[in-house]
């Protein structure tokens, strides 16, 4: 059985939505790399012994790596 997700960035036109589910927390973010950030901070915070969104955050920079923002 594998643990629900706890920590949800959703992506829209505008901008990406971060939430975490137990903790009934949100923020807004322009971009994926800030959202990423923003959810690893709060997981840092909130839930230390989970690791989740630090390895999604280190997934995306990977993909991600060497592309220029969209500005």
């Known amino acids: 059985m594998t ?3 706890m920590i949800r960035l959703e992506k829209s ?3 990406v939505t ?3 589910a137990p903790c009934q927390w949100a923020a807004f973010r322009f971009d994926m790399a ?3 950030e923003t959810a690893c901070a709060h997981e ?3 839930h230390p012994g989970d690791y989740r969104a630090r390895n999604a955050a280190q997934m995306y920079e990977r993909r991600h790596a060497g592309r220029k ?3």
């Open 13 to 15: 036109p505008v901008g």
């Open 69 to 71: 923002p969209n500005v």
């Open 18 to 20: 971060v939430t975490c």
């Open 3 to 5: 643990k629900p997700r």
């Open 34 to 36: 800030e959202a990423h």
């Open 44 to 46: 840092q915070r909130a």
